[in-house]
């Protein structure tokens, strides 16, 4: 999920011309406020902040943030696929539990 700080049309704009897979959210002076109550002291765009799974900041970025730092701190939260999973005869789902993924916020740019 990614918030916006800028006008509806300079976002269809920015959208137009790359392909995003997430969803993105107007915002304003509130959630500038928001931002900096998680570590973005200047105000300054693009700001990202990473949550685990269980709602927790656990990474905050002010600026251009590379794809290659980004993937690394999302993939430090996922579980590990490299080991395959014991095998078992009947796995014991408990339906009232869901999976949570972690949740990254990106400003993309500022007017």
Known sequence: MSIAIDTPEDI????????????????????MKLAQRFGNRTQSLPFTIVFDYQGHAVFHYAGALSEERLNAEVSALLPDTTTPPAQVSAPQVDPSRSRRYPMVLNNLRAT
Do not use: A, P, V
């Open 12 to 31: 269809q704009d920015f959208t137009s011309t790359r392909t995003i897979n997430y969803q993105i959210l107007l915002g304003g002076l509130k959630e």
